[in-house]
């Protein structure tokens, strides 16, 4: 069977109807059941969406598979597949179409520039105060504190050290009259190092993107971003749906590579086995 743009066109549909939910986060309200599949591995959550009779209908026209009538193995790859189809576009003809890779020059020198500004305006600011003796500076490592934890049971990662020159310590302590962050306890430097990080964070999203012209270029790119999206789940995404649910062997091939492609995201993630319903 020839692809022609009506296979195209149906393939993009099943790919809204289906495939592109998988990047969709999973809400609280919505119901999980946890499938064990063994050998399986399904541990990228996979929303599973009954597609509409009349492109189910179609479906069988056409002498493809009908997603709706697939165990869950058949229903992985073919969601894999499609996730490699819009994937394998966004990456090369999508990112030429949409001017992406032109942008990644200037995005790159312009977050940079906002870092750069945020980390000595918005981090130093928030370290200033969280070094005072006061309850200003208690009030402070006390955030911090709490943004670090939040951001460690997010991450797995663990709190790092190290100390400061005594150079910059004596200023610290004589000039400034602020504490010595080499002599703080675990629970004060934590906060003092949360505290760094959110104003940082806090001045690179508001301020500093504006006054670095950072947020007219990040708003470009995502602009073309979402361009090469939507032009990669409709071209790459569709072909890829209708090449998975040909009853050949391609359609065998196109199965089996996106079916690996989910098991290298379940080795990366290493989640717990679950499934929409």
Do not use: W
Request: aromatic residues 8%; glycine residues 12%.
């Amino acid at each position: 069977m020839k692809i022609t743009p009506a296979t195209v066109v149906l393939g993009a549909l099943c790919l809204i109807g289906s495939g592109v939910n998988a990047f969709v986060p999973t809400h609280r309200h919505q119901k999980m059941s946890v499938v064990d599949r063994g050998s399986l591995a399904l541990n990228v959550n996979l929303p599973r969406l009954e597609l509409p009779g009349a492109i189910a209908d179609q479906l069988a026209n056409l002498d493809l598979k009908n997603p709706n009538n697939m165990n869950d193995a058949e229903y992985r790859s073919y969601a894999g597949s499609a996730i490699a189809g819009t994937l394998l576009f966004f990456l090369l003809p999508g990112a030429l179409v949409s001017g992406i890779y032109s942008n990644l020059g200037p995005v790159a020198i312009a977050v940079l520039i906002d870092f750069s500004f945020s980390a000595v305006i918005g981090g130093g600011l928030a370290i200033y105060l969280s070094l005072r003796s006061d309850s200003i500076g208690e009030t402070v490592r006390e955030y911090g504190n709490k943004l670090l934890s939040a951001a460690q049971d997010a991450t797995g990662l663990g709190s790092f050290r190290y100390d400061l020159p005594s150079a910059v310590t004596d200023i610290m302590t004589g000039e400034l009259d602020l504490l010595n962050p080499n002599s703080m306890n675990e629970k004060d430097y934590d906060g003092y190092s949360g505290a760094a990080v959110a104003g940082t964070l806090a001045f690179f999203l508001l301020p500093g993107a504006f006054l670095t012209g950072a947020a007219d270029v990040l708003g470009q790119f995502s602009g073309s971003a979402l361009i090469d999206f939507v032009l990669s789940a409709l071209i790459g995404g569709g072909t890829a749906i209708y090449l998975s649910l040909r009853n050949d062997e391609i359609g065998a091939t196109v199965n089996k590579g996106g079916a690996k492609l989910l098991d290298v995201v379940d080795d990366i993630t290493g989640s717990d086995p679950k499934m929409l319903e």
